[in-house]
């Protein structure tokens, strides 16, 4: 489980804004893409592991995901938001 006290210390890397927990419902509709097969992070791989946590930059353009307690701020690992743009 992520410790949330890190988020005041965190930040995008390509906007360098702060970030905030994702919501239940953000997660379902990442959730049911992952399912479905079609979503992919930033570098344009196929992810294919369903996410319990993700962390969303301020502006809401991004999702990184958090495994194991540890959230993966690389650009690359980055899913866009909202889906299907």
């Known amino acids: 489980m992520f410790d949330t006290n890190l988020l005041g210390i965190l930040c995008c890397p390509d906007s360098r804004g702060a970030l905030r927990m994702a919501d239940d ?44 307690g540890i959230p993966v701020l690389l650009s690359d690992e980055a899913v866009k938001l909202p889906l299907g743009e």
């Open 25 to 68: 419902a953000c997660l379902a509709a990442v959730n049911n893409a992952i399912a479905a097969g079609s979503l992919q992070n930033a570098a344009g791989e196929k992810i294919s592991e369903k996410m319990e946590e993700a962390l969303v930059s301020e502006d809401g353009k991004r999702l990184y995901p958090i495994r194991e």
